[in-house]
Every structure is written in structure tokens, then in C-alpha cells.
């Protein structure tokens, strides 16, 4: 069966990039949407963002000047870049499938990123 | 896009039936029937238990269900198990192509 998992940093300083990589097995990442959610500690969740395989994308307006998503068709991967971070950035980071971009039907594991000096 | 609303907790004994709400707007949950809701059971990938207000993917227990009226969706547990024990979320596809999640509940079996 299809699943995803999270891999990158667990530790980034303050006004850098934040980068993850998501690596789907299992299937193609191919005519599917694809995304990021993340959840601070203590808080809810917060959708960051998708991608679909054709290359287009749409992000959360509160982050959307930070964020890019990307995908690697050739390596089966999609990534995560959030820009200039702050202590808020601090969460588990989750990748996600989106069907027909109506809802998330498989998640990752999720990676926690902590973002300090 | 506001974050939809739901109870901090509820809880039940084993066997009872626990309803999660999630409340929006007219503009949102009263609009579009594209509710879906999250497990997040501690230290494992969060589950979908329900899309478009009240499908069950393949593979959850029938004893979880959705429904929606109005501006307000929400998800049964009836027959509540030790199992059940988890954080869960409400989230909405909306019309400016975004997503938003509710609040989150933490369901606790007594």
C-alpha cells in the first residue's frame, strides 16, 4: 500500500529555511494532489499547503509568502521549504495525500521540527 | 479563513456514544459538503475517518459516522472502545481553495 514519510532536519536557527521532504512509496505520485499540515505543540492542526503533479500549487494566505512546495516526479518525492522561521515554525511537520482536493486520505508519521538557536 | 469550532474534550464509558461538533458558517460548513474528519491517536500517522460529511473509508469501523445540519457537522462514536481514546479533528475544503481544520477534540473513554 501507499505510504508517506517525512524526512529532513529536526532542528533549524532562527530566520532560516525550514526543509522537508516527503517520499512516497508504494504508488506513483503521479494525478494526485499532495501536501504539508503541521501542528505546533499544545495546538491544532494548520494546513500549509498542495501540489499537484502537474506542478501547480496553493498555500495557506497566512504563510504563503514563505512557503514553497515542490515535487520530484523522478524520485517519487515532494518537498516543503518554509522561509525565514521563527519560534512559531515549531511543530511536527506532516505530509499528505489530497483526493480530488476534498480531504486527506493517507498522512506520514510526521517529523517534529523545532526551530531555536 | 477562521479555524471551525469544536469542543475542547468529551468523554464516555465504554459502550456509550460520544458527538463531536464542528461548527462554522453559513459560509463555509452551511455551503460545502466537503467536511472530513482526523484520528490522531498518540505516537502513530493520523487516520481519516470520515469524508464528505458522512463517508467511511475503507477500513473504519462502522461504529463511527457523520452527519451535518446547517452550519454545524459533527462525528458519532457510538459504542465507545478503549481504542477510541484520541484527539480529533474536523476539517473543511472551502471555496477560496484552501483548508481549514476545526479546533480539535480530545476524546477520552472513562
Known amino acids: 500500500q501507499v505510504q508517506l514519510q517525512e524526512s529532513g532536519p529536526g532542528l533549524v536557527k532562527p530566520s532560516e529555511t525550514l526543509s522537508l521532504t516527503c517520499t512516497v512509496s508504494?504508488?506513483?505520485?503521479?494525478?494526485?494532489?499532495w501536501g504539508w499540515i503541521r501542528q505546533p505543540p499544545g495546538k491544532g492542526l494548520e494546513w500549509i499547503g498542495y501540489?499537484?503533479?502537474?506542478?501547480?500549487?496553493n498555500y495557506n494566505p497566512s504563510l504563503k509568502s514563505r512557503v514553497t512546495i515542490s515535487m520530484d516526479t523522478s524520485r517519487n518525492q515532494f518537498s516543503l521549504q518554509l522561509s525565514s522561521v521563527t519560534a512559531a515554525d515549531t511543530a511536527v511537520y506532516y505530509c499528505?495525500?489530497?483526493?480530488?482536493?476534498?480531504?486527506?486520505?493517507?498522512w506520514g508519521r510526521g517529523t517534529l521540527v523545532t526551530v531555536s538557536s | 479563513q477562521s479555524a471551525l469550532t469544536q469542543p475542547p474534550s468529551v468523554s464516555g464509558s465504554p459502550g456509550q456514544s460520544v458527538t463531536i461538533s464542528c461548527t462554522g458558517t453559513s459560509s463555509d460548513v452551511g455551503s460545502y459538503n466537503l467536511v472530513s474528519w482526523y484520528q490522531l491517536p498518540p505516537g502513530t500517522a493520523p487516520k481519516l475517518m470520515i469524508y464528505e460529511v458522512n463517508n467511511r473509508p475503507s477500513g473504519v469501523p462502522d461504529r463511527f459516522s457523520g452527519s451535518k445540519s446547517g452550519n454545524t457537522a459533527s462525528l458519532t462514536i457510538s459504542g465507545l472502545q478503549a481504542e477510541d481514546e484520541a484527539d480529533y479533528y474536523c476539517s473543511l475544503y472551502t471555496g477560496s481553495s484552501t483548508f481549514v481544520f476545526g479546533t480539535g477534540t480530545k476524546v477520552t473513554v472513562l
Open positions: 508504494g504508488g506513483s505520485i503521479n494525478t494526485y494532489y
Open positions: 499528505v495525500r489530497v483526493v480530488q482536493l476534498m480531504y486527506f486520505d493517507l
Open positions: 501540489i499537484y503533479s502537474s506542478g501547480s500549487t
